[in-house]
């Protein structure tokens, strides 16, 4: 009787079949989940889509069907660039996230000033926080450096900075914090916010993810779930800490 285990030509090539098996069959498993993962990802692609197309198409049979005034037409025309924009943003975003996942974008590691980082991301909603009267402030030392992608990292904290103002009420404050640690350098963002539940804490950085009393505001639930996949990919990572309807701290944490 043969035995699974003994030296043998036998048992060497059973073994070796057995290990194929194995990797085709995980193969197998993971063209699954990818062709999964893919038909998820069309599916919520052409949700995100649906609505500023049919606003685009509705506005346009309206202008070409209808004698309107000249105030009317162009404020037809204002809603119609408007959902154009949203669109425009949507697509930017859908390209950065598809580069994210394919590993398709490059970073460019450089030992640079956290404040110069820090500064280009609060450019980026200087103008959206005014408009609410939202005050924004810094505070990171110039001497501050460390190993990180100027371009991207300022991409990453601009889009949790985008989150704070637009769930943040008019008046309320915005701040960004610089601390070293031994292994590490913490970025804390803090909002005066309307909180997030702490069940939902690993929700937000799903992409798409919106949640219900946040619907009515103006986005697409990519933001952090970018922000957390450039963070990642430079060996950094992301914390959040909340009170509902008191404010939020994400915490971005970037190897010293």
């Not at 193969?27 to 606003?55: C, F, M, W, Y």
């Not at 004698?67 to 154009?84: G, P, V």
């Not at 637009?166 to 292994?183: A, C, D, H, L, N």
Request: hydrophobic share 35%.
């Amino acid at each position: 009787m043969e035995r699974p285990y003994e030296d043998s030509v036998t048992a060497r090539v059973q073994g070796k079949l057995l290990q194929y098996y194995d990797i085709m069959n995980e193969g197998k498993v993971q063209s699954q989940r990818d062709k999964q993962t893919i038909q998820e990802l069309v599916s919520d692609i052409s949700h995100q889509v649906k609505t500023p197309i049919a606003n685009i198409q509705m506005f346009t049979g309206i202008l070409r069907q209808h004698r309107l005034t000249e105030e009317k037409r162009a404020e037809f025309l204002e809603t119609m660039a408007s959902q154009i924009n949203k669109l425009e943003f949507l697509m930017q975003s859908l390209i950065k996230m598809s580069r994210l996942e394919t590993g398709t974008f490059v970073l460019h590691m450089e030992e640079a000033p956290l404040e110069k980082t820090i500064a280009q991301a609060i450019s980026t909603v200087w103008a959206k926080a005014d408009r609410k009267n939202i005050q924004l402030s810094a505070d990171c030392a110039p001497s501050i450096t460390v190993q990180h992608d100027p371009k991207w990292t300022a991409e990453a904290l601009g889009n949790i900075l985008d989150n704070g103002v637009k769930y943040t009420p008019e008046g309320g404050s915005i701040s960004v914090s610089v601390r070293p640690w031994q292994f590490y350098t913490r970025i804390d963002i803090s909002d005066t916010g309307i909180g997030i539940r702490e069940e939902h804490y690993h929700d937000i950085f799903q992409r798409f993810y919106r949640a219900q009393e946040t619907a009515a505001e103006e986005g697409v639930g990519l933001g952090l779930y970018l922000a957390n996949g450039i963070i990642t990919r430079q060996k950094g990572y992301i914390s959040v800490k909340s009170n509902v309807g008191e404010g939020t701290t994400f915490s971005v944490y970037l190897l010293s």
